[in-house]
């Protein structure tokens, strides 16, 4: 009788930990692929020097096609880099999007 009751807490134990597994196996292949979901796509880019004088719009311009909108890629730069102003310092590093090189 003993071993009866033994076997069926044996079971249970086995399956509610085989339960408990796939649970937190589930719960952290969501969790991470929430984190690989969520990670911006970085586009390769360059850096420029900012030489004195120099002003973002006569880099903007160097980098791009004469068909594109210069104002747009001026626009690019300044979120890119984080920018707060359109003035550049000499010496400031920028990252330019090797999309346009």
Do not use: C, H, Y
């Not at 979901?37 to 002003?55: K, L």
């Not at 984080?82 to 000499?90: A, D, F, H, M, T």
């Amino acid at each position: 009788m003993r071993s009866i009751q033994s076997d069926s807490r044996t079971g249970l134990r086995a399956l509610f930990l085989g339960l408990l597994l796939v649970l937190v196996v589930g719960a952290l292949l969501l969790l991470f692929q929430g984190e690989a979901v969520s990670a911006p796509i970085q586009p390769p880019v360059t850096s420029v020097v900012v030489q004195p004088g120099e002003t973002l719009w006569e880099i903007a311009d160097r980098f791009t096609p004469e068909s594109a909108d210069l104002r747009v890629v001026v626009t690019e730069l300044v979120t890119l880099n984080g920018l707060r102003s359109k003035v550049l310092k000499p010496g400031q590093v920028l990252q330019i999007p090797v999309s346009r090189l």
